[in-house]
């Protein structure tokens, strides 16, 4: 479907995806200056009152550069929330978002017809992420906008089927904006994405390694070290299944080939599950596709690299095009 203004002027079909701890605006203005949506999840924001500090920062910059740059301006922008009862900032934080009327909300663990509906009310729009089929009908039938199906090796919080699977169910009926994510590393995975039906590409894990990253240089390296083998599934530490690094898990004095199961019902984003290493700052996530990392860069560079490997990719696709039909 035709992507709605403002999020038609992009450089990349990307969003960068929301990182806890890792995402904050340094990144996120540098996602947007460079042409892709950069985003972060409101509980990143820390007291609470700084949540309010961050959305003025980033609208500021980003409007300083659009006045600056108006044949380029910057992409929009998405805060994520966590919709699940251990959420007691939820109302709060979205108070704050309708202040400075986000344009785009990402919601996770949980779909609510009145956060819909209070984004609808200031303009913005809705994003929620889901593993299945069934989680995507519910979510639109609550009222988001758009999916973002999480396929298998996706960093953090994933699930575990084949994007080839989940993206032919969900466009069976839904028509909407999605934005595919699992191990998306590289600008071809771009294309793959959108020739799956997928109107954006949600990346996270290359973000990690960037300069405007805020994120221990020991993990940067890790991203860039890694290969998909290095990722381990579980869902110890938040309650929630979730990919993680291996060399994370090991430092924790853990054994990622024998970690016990942790119980559903008892959800903590921020505990570290059974263990005293806390996710996701001495746990790491990661998703599967790191290998295409080669190098801790700029914002800027990395967004370089993805487009001229999405452009290499869509000439190198039509060339095989042309050799079938010929």
Not at 141 to 166: C, N, Q, R
Not at 244 to 252: D, G, H, N, Q
């Amino acid at each position: 479907m035709p992507l709605p203004a403002p999020f038609d002027r992009l450089r990349l079909p990307v969003i960068g995806s929301p990182l806890f701890i890792i995402s904050g605006p340094e990144l996120v203005i540098a996602q947007c200056k460079a042409g892709v949506i950069g985003s972060f999840p409101a509980l990143n924001a820390r007291p609470s009152g700084v949540l309010d500090e961050w959305l003025h920062q980033i609208t500021e910059e980003l409007a300083a550069h659009n006045r600056a740059n108006p044949d380029r301006p910057a992409a929009p922008y998405a805060v994520n929330q966590i919709v699940h009862k251990s959420n007691n900032r939820l109302e709060e934080d979205m108070e704050v978002c309708a202040k400075w009327q986000v344009p785009m909300t990402i919601t996770s663990l949980g779909a609510r017809e009145d956060i819909n509906q209070a984004v609808h009310k200031w303009g913005g729009i809705v994003l929620h992420d889901v593993i299945n089929d069934r989680f995507a009908h519910k979510a639109i039938e609550k009222g988001a906008d758009g999916l973002i199906p999480v396929a298998a090796g996706a960093g953090g919080h994933a699930g575990t089927l084949s994007p080839f699977a989940l993206m032919q169910e969900i466009r069976g009926w839904f028509s909407g904006l999605v934005a595919l994510s699992g191990s998306i590393a590289c600008g071809r995975s771009i294309l793959a994405a959108q020739a799956m039906g997928a109107d954006f590409a949600y990346i996270g894990s290359p973000w990690i390694a960037t300069t405007e990253a805020n994120a221990q240089q020991a993990y940067k390296d890790a991203i860039v070290a890694g290969s998909a083998g290095d990722i381990v599934y579980s869902n110890l530490f938040t309650g929630v299944h979730g990919n993680y690094l291996r060399p994370s898990i090991v430092a924790a004095g853990l054994d990622p080939d024998n970690l016990p199961v942790s119980d559903p019902t008892q959800m903590n984003f921020g505990s570290g599950g059974n263990t005293d290493a806390k996710a996701w700052k001495d746990i790491w996530g990661s998703g599967q596709g790191i290998g295409a990392v080669t190098a801790v860069e700029s914002v800027e560079q990395r967004v370089d690299r993805l487009e001229a490997e999405y452009d290499q990719a869509r000439i190198e696709l039509a060339a095989k095009a042309r050799l079938t039909l010929a």
